[in-house]
């Protein structure tokens, strides 16, 4: 609706496709704003509400109904529902982050759910093997683990106890930096689909994939980093007032969790407008093959574009 050529735009577009309240949303609802925007995409018909309405109807379709395949996705793996569960377990993994076991169950959670989300938000349409996302899991949890526990380790009693807790913010980067190729290693291997203007498909890059990974990567860094590196700031303050003195684990993780909600509800659309959705590469930066295969039949194309992937 308002473009996504600047920032600001792609940030008020993303603030309302995550406004966690989609998730509330009926799946007869999600079924009537899927018909409202497939009938004007098929004779340019508005609904009974106007362009208001078609606009309401496309953010609640955009919200749950993947790009490409058109499939209704998990609720618990849309990027409107990243507000909610990201707060709870960050608040988690923050707040239990000192014995071995806590965190193992903390990044457990966490790269399930960031499995969960990787899975649902990928780029193509073609299905992932249950090997590759078992290896994906696997893999991000234990890295996420051992980096938790080795910095633990390291850090001992020498760091200052507030320098202790950006540990999981740590071992969430590292992990998000496994994590994310791994769920989408078959885009790296075949590549991402690429189209022309008009939607037309032009072939298939690893290339353009290995960008769009890339990119997700760090915008998903970008989304926890404000909650997890402000809130250990915030509450090392809290905890020197005398009201916050005695209070308990689970009053901890209880406060870190609507500060981290806080946060995530401008991080989350900030995170996923660092870059533009539909991305575009210059022919010259694809493989040769696939270089020749275009300007075989599309000599004066220049750019081609594909989509980014949440």
């Not at 704003?33 to 106007?50: I, N, R, T």
């Not at 493989?287 to 992937?309: C, D, F, M, W």
């Amino acid at each position: 609706r308002r473009g996504d050529d600047t920032f600001l735009a792609r940030y008020r577009h993303f603030f309302a496709l995550t406004d966690p309240t989609n998730c509330l949303k009926s799946n007869h609802e999600l079924d009537v704003a899927k018909a409202v925007v497939s009938k004007y995409k098929e004779d340019g018909v508005l609904p009974s509400s106007g362009e208001e309405g078609l606009w309401r109807a496309k953010y609640i379709h955009d919200s749950a109904f993947h790009p490409e395949t058109g499939d209704k996705q998990n609720i618990l793996g849309r990027m409107s529902f990243q507000v909610p569960g990201g707060m709870l377990i960050t608040g988690i993994l923050m707040a239990f982050y000192k014995s071995p076991l806590e965190i193992f169950l903390g990044q457990w959670l966490n790269q399930s759910f960031n499995a969960l989300v990787n899975f649902t938000n990928r780029s193509g349409d073609k299905p992932l093997p249950n090997s590759v996302i078992l290896t994906a899991y696997i893999t991000a949890t234990s890295l996420a683990t051992a980096t938790s526990i080795g910095m633990n380790k390291v850090l001992g009693s020498k760091a200052p106890p507030l320098v202790g807790r950006f540990v999981p913010f740590m071992a969430v980067a590292v992990a998000n930096m496994v994590n994310i190729p791994c769920m989408r290693q078959q885009e790296l291997k075949e590549g991402v689909v690429l189209y022309d203007e008009d939607g037309n498909k032009l072939g298939n890059s690893p290339v353009a994939a290995r960008n769009a990974i890339t990119k997700v990567t760090i915008s998903r860094i970008c989304i926890a980093a404000p909650g997890m590196l402000l809130t250990p700031i915030l509450m090392e303050r809290l905890e020197k007032m005398p009201r916050f003195r005695s209070i308990g684990k689970w009053q901890s993780c209880a406060i870190q969790t609507v500060c981290v909600g806080c946060f995530l509800v401008a991080a989350v659309p900030f995170g996923c407008a660092l870059y533009p959705q539909k991305q575009s590469i210059s022919v010259e930066k694809l493989e040769t093959e696939l270089q020749e295969s275009i300007r075989a039949k599309h000599p004066e194309r220049r750019l081609v574009y594909y989509n980014k992937g949440l």
